[in-house]
Every structure is written in structure tokens, then in C-alpha cells.
């Protein structure tokens, strides 16, 4: 699923009439019900019929076909894709999470820290996960302390480690 972009996630179901919270991963977090060719990871499409803001990124929508809360909850943890070519470009400076995948994170001085594997959110914050040439994989927080460089043309973030992991 390389050309395709995580946007959401299912929660619980909300009420008993079959809605569903939905963590939204875009800027605009209502902007979820607009796109077209939204499917869970199996490829099944996703209709979302409405939707509406429950607080920050959290929202409370309506399936197509989902009526009551037995089946809201068998969506519960469902994640929601969209292809890469149905999301607005990017602007300069700018960049979908997705797009960090496959880079090398290096140094200040260009060494090669390893490549980027993952960028996991716990709820806390992003998080690079960085592949070392040899090891296990190492966690630094995405944040512009941390990651003062994205050069996504050039194949590279420069990441300066905290200090507690050096």
C-alpha cells in the first residue's frame, strides 16, 4: 500500500444509532467526509454520509450502511486510507507524514543515522522510528528540536539527539 496515505481511524461507536468517533490525521480534521476513494485497509470503500467535530481531531460521523451500534463496533480500530493522488498538493516547505518513509536520517555532520522506518503517534506527539545500519530500531520525537531539517527532495532529515539518548 505504498500510494496510499493513513487519514483516519475508527473509535468507539458513539450513541446507538451507528455513529462512530473517528481520529482524523488531516490539517482540517472534517475535511475526512470530502474525500473520494476512502477505504479501510482490506480496499472495502468508506462512505462517510456526515460528520461533525467532537473536540481537536476527534470526530463523530455517520457510515453508509452502518445503522445501529453493533455495527459501528465492528468498524471500531478500523483504519481509513485515501490514494496519495486523490490528497491536494503539497505546498513548498510542506509534506505529508507518509513521504518521511524511506528517508536517511543523519546527523548535523552527515553521518548516517539509519532510515526511516515508521512514524508512529501514541498520543503524545509524532515519533521517527530510524532502522541503524545494525540494531534495533531507535525512537526520536518529531519535533523541530529534535528534527531541524526535512529535505524531502534531497532524501534526508538531519535529527540532533536528545541529549538523555547520547
Sequence with gaps: MSDEVLVGVFGAPHGVRGELRVKSYT????SLAD????HDGAGRPVEITAARLLKDDLLVVRVKGVSDRDAAQALTHTKLFIPREKLPPT???EFYTRDLIGLRAETPEGELIGTIVAVPNYGAG??????????DTLLYPF???VVPTVDIKG???IVVPPAETE
Design 27 to 30: 490539517q482540517d480534521p472534517l
Design 35 to 38: 474525500y473520494d476513494g476512502l
Design 91 to 93: 505546498e513548498e516547505d
Design 126 to 135: 509524532d515519533i521517527l522510528e530510524i532502522a541503524p545500519p545494525a540494531g
Design 143 to 145: 519535533t523541530h528540536a
Design 155 to 157: 532524501g534526508r532529515v
